[in-house]
């Protein structure tokens, strides 16, 4: 069992940055890719970023490589997403994510556990 806390939301400007973390608890933390995902409203839930146990292996949404990095501390059982050059799009609510037992790291659906979400929103 994992469970999963997100915080660092919040406001910004345009071209600003946040740097989002996902507390995870449970002792299988370790051995989980985790991903981030991103819902904004009247729309599905996409696909943001995605890491692998390791923290070696990465993937990113088109729509964020190059601003937006994931990274983790293991030892600190914390997922991050540093995000640089926000845009007016970026706005959503961000979910934290973990275990794709499907092993597909883009599909919301294979994921076991989830967080409460962080509201980002970003003003032009």
């Known amino acids: 069992q994992v469970q999963l806390v997100e915080s660092g939301g919040g406001s910004v400007q345009a071209g600003g940055s946040l740097r989002l973390s996902c507390a995870a608890s449970?002792?299988?933390?370790?051995?989980?890719?985790m991903g981030w995902f991103r819902q904004a409203p009247g729309k599905e839930r996409e696909f943001v970023a995605a890491?692998?146990?390791?923290?070696?292996?990465?993937l990113y949404a088109d729509s964020v490589k190059g601003r937006f990095t994931i990274s983790r501390d293991n030892a600190k059982n914390t997922v991050y997403l540093q995000m640089n050059s926000l845009k007016p799009e970026d706005t959503a609510v961000y979910y934290c994510?973990?275990?794709?037992?499907?092993?597909?790291?883009?599909?919301?659906?294979?994921?076991?556990?989830w967080g409460q979400g962080t509201q980002v929103t970003v003003s032009s």
């Open positions: 994510a973990a275990d794709p037992r499907g092993g597909s790291w883009t599909q919301s659906n294979e994921y076991v556990y």
């Open positions: 890491i692998n146990w390791t923290g070696r292996s990465t």
């Open positions: 449970g002792r299988t933390f370790l051995r989980n890719d």
